[in-house]
Every structure is written in structure tokens, then in C-alpha cells.
């Protein structure tokens, strides 16, 4: 079989088989997580001949079942151990878990699939080879992370596989911290960038070194924290330390999905405008092929979701990009480059938004926006199963609670929307004379 290797973060194109042309090894380690991956290469191209050949993998290379069926017969079916990292359980490489369990159980091999996260999910135990205990090592290794805990990780690899090796137990490292390569002092807006610990600990930083600068440059200090997820309890208890002592006008936020718990989200204590920022998970040439630019699972992440929280989405400011080959391990490591352009777009919209939190309300503009179906009498501000009348008393209610200068002088004047165009033009045109500043418009 010949297939030529293409990257598959395009999940357009997700369907394409691939042959990754790995040689055997010993030791396979499979992943969805670039960082963990780019990681590991790193770590065992560091340790020399001293341990036994090892290759890793992106399971995102490998979701067509002939790139399975492949990359078993030619790469795993000869390895001493396998562990799989699987984000999201079984249900997101069905296939894969159960050839895996089949070739290892048929060959004797040492199969270790963990979960990519802190869930649990037995069915990955049931496919597995290896006892509970030493599945939970090898998780522990990782949801730990760093370098120090991943150098165990292969020593204890080693061993299993055969050629004892040195390692220690896993060390807990912070949920959350600081990146004091991107804190920036000065400046009379204050601005607080969130990203994941993942990339910390995997040194792959660029984009928000570069979006720290660009704050900076247009008058920013920058406060930049990192956390294992917003949702996780030490992360967000040091967020929200954080964002207490820092008070920023704008937060730019680079993790993914919604954060929302039933009081809402960590985030929301600083009552700044949250800019949410993509990092891709696909290439430049990717993204410029698409049709709709983002891949399914950045428009999941960075936009559907994130919209749950009310954040502000920006755009992308960083492509992942191929690094050289690491021959150790075979492994063509991905990164995150930054975007120059987008980055001064995301700088530039966090300036103003950062302004506009600083203008008093008395002075803002708004415009409150219904909708009007053309050539239907009667259906201004209509939708279905919603009140638009009393949804207008609510907002314009609240506006004024805040501080806005509304212009209405008469509850006659909160119904401006919903009546006839005619009537609500001549209206509107003798409220703007009196300067009002919340244009009524459907």
C-alpha cells in the first residue's frame, strides 16, 4: 500500500488514509495531544541511546481505518508496549481501541490506554493489557505533565517494556501560574491573558509571547495566566485571585469551550469584556483552503461553545506549523505560529473594547435592534415564542439602572419598536433631535 502522508488537522479532509512511514519500535505512544507528543519527542531525542527505540504518533493521523490497519501492521505489531492517550474516551477511536486490543492480546503486547483527561472511562481499562495500578500510573504521569514528570514516564516505559530504566513517581505540578515571559509592566489599561497549562508545559508559547507584546505596544500591562482548565478548582480559585488583584479592562481569553457553571463563569468577576482568541488546531494552508476558513472542531471550541459565556470572538492568531523531523522518534512535531496580522487585529479590538469599559455610559451609543418582516403588517419585533414588547421594557429598564441616557420620556416610548414604520420613523427622527442616545430601530 502506498499513501502519501498529509496532515489531517483539516478535518475536511479527516477521512484520508495516510502512511505516517514509521519503522518499528519498541515502545508506541499514541495521542491526540501535540503538546504531549512534541514533548516526548523532544525528551527522548535528550536521552541518547539509553533507552530502547520509541516512536509517537497523532491520533488525528490515524482515523481513517486503513491508517490503522496500516500503522498496526507495519509500526505496533512489533512494539513491546503501547499506551494511548484518548481525549474524549473510547467513542472518539472506536476502531483503533479495539484492533489495538485485538493485535495485543493475539501478540502479547503491553497495552496501556488511558484517558486524555481526567475522565474515566472503563471501557479503555477493559481493552488494556496491563492491571489497573500501573494504568494509573501512566495517567498520573500525564495529567501531572511537564518535563520532569514525561522523563519518568519513559523510564517507567522502559521498564515495562523490558530494559529497566530509571524514574520516580509522578510530582504534582500547579493546575495554574504565571507565564512571566508574557507579564508586561507599565501601562495605564490593564489587560489578562488566559491559555492552557499544556502549552506552558510543552514550551509552545509563541503566539501568546507575541500577543503580550502586542498589548504592550499599545499601552497594556499584561498580566498572562495559564490553568489545566477553567473549570478545574485550583485553576479557577487562582484565576479569580488573580483577576480580583490585577482588574483588567479587557481579558483575552486562548482556552476553549464554555467555562458557565450555574453562577456563571470565573471570568465574569471582573466585569470586563471577554475577547476569545483561536488558537488552530489546523495549518495556514488549510485554513486558507477551506471554505469556511475554521475546521469543525475550532468552530466548536473557539466559537459555538465559548458563546455560552458571552465572550467576544476575535479570530485566529496562530496556525499550527510543522517542525523539522525528529529522527530519535520519527516524529514530525507540530507548533503553534503566530500570525502577525491577526495578532495586531486581536490588539487593536481589546484596545478599544478597553477604552469603551472606561467611558462613562451617560456618553456611549447604543442601538437596540429588533427584527421586521417586509410586507408584513403587525410583525416588528416579532418572534417566535418571545415577548418583544416586554423584552424592551426589560432592556431599556436595565440601561437605565446602569447609567445610559436612554431619551425615553414615557412608557409610550419603550413600545418604539413595535410600532408602524411610518410612525416610528417620524417618531425616532424627533428624539434624535433631543439627542438621545439609544436608537430604537426594527
Known amino acids: ?13 479527516a477521512g484520508a488514509a495516510v502512511d505516517l512511514g514509521q519503522s518499528p519500535a519498541k515502545i508506541v505512544f499514541l495521542s491526540f495531544s501535540d503538546s504531549e507528543l512534541r514533548l516526548l519527542a523532544r525528551l527522548y531525542e535528550q536521552s541518547g541511546a539509553t533507552l530502547p527505540s520509541f516512536r509517537c504518533a497523532s491520533l488525528a493521523q490515524l482515523k481513517h481505518p486503513y491508517s490503522v490497519d496500516l500503522y498496526l501492521d507495519t509500526v505496533a505489531r512489533h512494539a513491546r508496549l503501547i499506551v494511548v492517550r484518548l481525549l474524549g474516551g473510547k467513542d472518539y477511536w472506536p476502531y483503533g481501541v479495539e484492533q489495538l486490543e485485538t493485535l495485543a492480546r493475539a501478540k502479547g503486547i503491553a497495552l496501556a490506554i488511558t484517558p486524555g483527561d481526567a475522565h474515566d472511562d472503563a471501557r479503555l481499562k477493559q481493552a488494556s493489557t496491563l492491571g489497573v495500578e500501573t494504568l494509573n500510573q501512566i495517567w498520573r504521569f500525564f495529567q501531572d505533565g511537564g518535563p520532569d ?64 507584546d502586542a498589548l504592550a505596544e499599545r ?26 488583584a ?34 488552530a488546531t489546523s495549518s495556514r494552508e488549510a485554513w486558507a483552503a477551506s471554505m469556511r476558513g475554521a475546521n469543525g472542531a475550532d468552530l466548536a471550541m473557539n466559537v459555538v461553545l465559548p458563546e455560552v459565556d458571552g465572550r467576544i470572538f476575535t479570530r485566529a492568531i496562530s496556525f499550527k506549523e510543522e517542525a523539522p523531523l525528529r529522527l530519535a522518534a520519527q516524529f514530525a512535531e507540530t507548533r503553534h505560529a503566530p500570525e502577525r496580522s491577526r495578532i495586531d487585529f486581536v490588539a ?30 403587525g410583525r416588528a419585533g416579532y418572534a417566535i415564542g418571545l415577548d418583544a414588547e416586554a423584552s424592551v421594557h426589560e432592556i431599556v429598564s436595565a440601561l437605565i439602572d446602569a447609567g445610559y441616557d436612554v431619551g425615553v420620556d414615557s412608557e409610550r416610548d419603550l413600545l418604539l419598536p413595535l410600532l408602524p414604520t411610518r410612525l ?7 428624539k434624535r433631535e433631543r439627542g438621545t442616545r439609544v436608537i430604537f430601530a426594527a
Open 246 to 279: 490585577f482588574a483588567p479592562d479587557v481579558i483575552l481569553n486562548a482556552t476553549a469551550f464554555s467555562a458557565r457553571r450555574d453562577a456563571g463563569s470565573v471570568l465574569d468577576c471582573a466585569d470586563a469584556p471577554v475577547l476569545q482568541v483561536a488558537l
Open 149 to 212: 514528570n514525561l522523563r519518568s514516564f519513559l523510564g517507567y516505559a522502559a521498564t515495562l517494556a523490558g530494559h529497566p530504566a530509571q524514574w520516580r513517581e509522578s510530582a504534582p505540578v500547579a493546575s495554574a501560574g504565571r507565564l512571566e515571559v508574557a507579564c508586561r509592566a507599565g501601562g495605564d489599561l490593564r489587560a489578562t491573558i488566559v491559555f492552557y497549562r499544556a502549552m506552558f508545559l510543552a514550551d509552545d508559547v509563541a503566539p501568546i509571547v507575541a500577543l503580550a
Open 348 to 377: 487593536d479590538l481589546a484596545l478599544n473594547w478597553a477604552r469603551l469599559r472606561r467611558k462613562p455610559n451617560a456618553d456611549k451609543s447604543l442601538a437596540l435592534i429588533l427584527s421586521d418582516y417586509p410586507a408584513r403588517r
Open 424 to 430: 416610528r420613523r417620524a417618531t425616532l427622527s424627533r
Open 219 to 244: 499601552g497594556f500591562a499584561v498580566d498572562t495566566i495559564y490553568v489545566a482548565s477553567l473549570k478545574e478548582a485550583e485553576s479557577e480559585a487562582f484565576v479569580s485571585r488573580a483577576l480580583e
Open 1 to 13: 500500500m502506498h499513501l502519501l502522508p498529509r496532515d489531517l488537522h483539516n478535518l475536511d479532509d
